[in-house]
C-alpha cells in the first residue's frame, strides 16, 4: 500500500499529469474557438439564406403554392446547421493540426 502512495508522488506521474491538464486545457480551448466559428458561420449562413428564401416566398409564385412556413423554417436551419458543423469541425481540425507540432519544452 505504501508502494502505490510513493509511486503516484514520484516526479514523473506529476509531470505527466500536468502535462495531461495542459493538453486538456488546449482541447478545450481549441472546441471553445470552434463552436464560437460555428456559431458565427451559422449566423451569417441564417440570414444569407433567410432573405432569398422569404423574397422568393413573396415574388416566384411557384414559391408562393410549395413553400409552407415550414418548408420555409427548413431551408433557412438546414442551412444555418450545415454551415455550423462544417465550420466547427475545419476551425478544430485546424487547431489539432496547428498544435500537433507544438512540441512542449520540458519533454
Not at 481549441?30 to 423574397?55: D, F, R
Not at 416566398?57 to 438546414?78: C, D, E, F, K
Amino acid at each position: 500500500m505504501a508502494e502505490k502512495n510513493v509511486a503516484a508522488n514520484s516526479c514523473l506521474e506529476r509531470t505527466s499529469l500536468a502535462y495531461l491538464d495542459q493538453r486538456m486545457a488546449m482541447a478545450k480551448r481549441c472546441s471553445h474557438q470552434g463552436v464560437m466559428a460555428g456559431a458565427k458561420a451559422a449566423v451569417v449562413a441564417t440570414i444569407a439564406t433567410a432573405i432569398p428564401t422569404l423574397a422568393s416566398v413573396r415574388m416566384l409564385p411557384w414559391a408562393r403554392a410549395n413553400l409552407n412556413h415550414t418548408a420555409q423554417a427548413l431551408i433557412i436551419s438546414t442551412v444555418a446547421g450545415a454551415a455550423y458543423f462544417i465550420v466547427a469541425d475545419k476551425t478544430v481540425l485546424a487547431s489539432a493540426r496547428k498544435n500537433s507540432f507544438n512540441r512542449p519544452s520540458n519533454a
